[in-house]
C-alpha cells in the first residue's frame, strides 16, 4: 500500500530559487529518504534521514522530519536548471522484511 | 562499473509471450528488490530477496516469477504476458542492517502490444 503523499505534485520555478517539497506518511518508520529520478532513468538515492533525525543536510539539499506529524520536506536551495527531475520520499519501516515504500512523487521544473 | 544493471532496457512484445528481465549488482549487497512503475509514475514494491531467499511477495500475480541463482542476479520471469503488465520495472539492491540506501537499475521499460 502506498505510503509516501508528496506535495505538490508538480513544481516549477525559476533558476536560482529554492524548491521546497513534503511528504506525509502513515506509519511508523525507521527511516526516511529522498530519491531523485531523471526522465527515462533509474532512481538516485538523495538524502537518508532516520527517524531519531530532525534535520540533515547534504551540500544544496535539507531534510527536515517531524515524526509527530509523519512528515518531511525536501529543500533544494539556489536550484538549477538540471535539478529538473521527479523526486520521490520512501519510508523504511525497519524490521525482518524491510522495504522502501514509495510515494507518488513530485515533477521539479527549473526554468533557466 | 555500473553497480545495478538490468537488461533489456526495453521490451516490447504481443501479449501471450512469456519473456524475462535479467539483474545484476556488483555491491556485494545481500538484498536485492523488483519494484513496478506504473505510467503514473508510481513505484511499487514486488519482490524482495535476501541470500536468495524470497523475503517479500507483495501479492502479484503467479505470472511473475522471480528467480535468485545467486545474492549478486535477481531475475524476473513474467508468463503469459497481458496489457497491464506494461510498465517500467527496476531492480534494486542494498545491504541489510538499519539505514542503508538502495541502488536501483535503468529500469525495462516492458511495453505489451
Known amino acids: 500500500s502506498q505510503q509516501g503523499e508528496e506535495d505538490p505534485q508538480a513544481l516549477s520555478i525559476q533558476e536560482g530559487e529554492n524548491a521546497t517539497m513534503n511528504c506525509s506518511y502513515k506509519t511508523s518508520i525507521n527511516n526516511l529518504q529522498w530519491y531523485r529520478q531523471n526522465s527515462g532513468r533509474g532512481l538516485v538515492h538523495l538524502i537518508l534521514?532516520?527517524?531519531?533525525?530532525r534535520e540533515k543536510h547534504s551540500g544544496r539539499l535539507r531534510v527536515t522530519l517531524d515524526t509527530s506529524k509523519k512528515s518531511s520536506s525536501l529543500l533544494i536551495t539556489a536550484s538549477r536548471a538540471a535539478d529538473t527531475a521527479s523526486y520521490f520520499c520512501a519510508t523504511d519501516e525497519g524490521g525482518a522484511n524491510s522495504k522502501l515504500t514509495f510515494g507518488k512523487g513530485i515533477t521539479l521544473s527549473v526554468r533557466p | 562499473d555500473t553497480a545495478v544493471s538490468q537488461t533489456p532496457k526495453y521490451l516490447v512484445t504481443q501479449m501471450g509471450n512469456d519473456k524475462s528481465i535479467k539483474c545484476e549488482q556488483n555491491l556485494g549487497h545481500d538484498t536485492m528488490y523488483w519494484y513496478k512503475q506504473d505510467s503514473k509514475k508510481f513505484l511499487k514494491i514486488m519482490f524482495s530477496?535476501?541470500?536468495?531467499?524470497?523475503?517479500i511477495n507483495e501479492t502479484v500475480p503467479n505470472r511473475f516469477s522471480p528467480k535468485s541463482p545467486d545474492k549478486a542476479h535477481l531475475n524476473l520471469h513474467i508468463n503469459s504476458l497481458e496489457l497491464g503488465d506494461s510498465a517500467v520495472y527496476f531492480c534494486?539492491?542494498?545491504?541489510?542492517?538499519?539505514?542503508?540506501?538502495?541502488?536501483f537499475g535503468q529500469g525495462t521499460r516492458l511495453t505489451v502490444v
Open positions: 534494486a539492491s542494498s545491504q541489510t542492517g538499519l539505514n542503508t540506501e538502495a541502488f
Open positions: 530477496y535476501n541470500n536468495k531467499e524470497l523475503i
Open positions: 534521514i532516520r527517524s531519531n533525525e
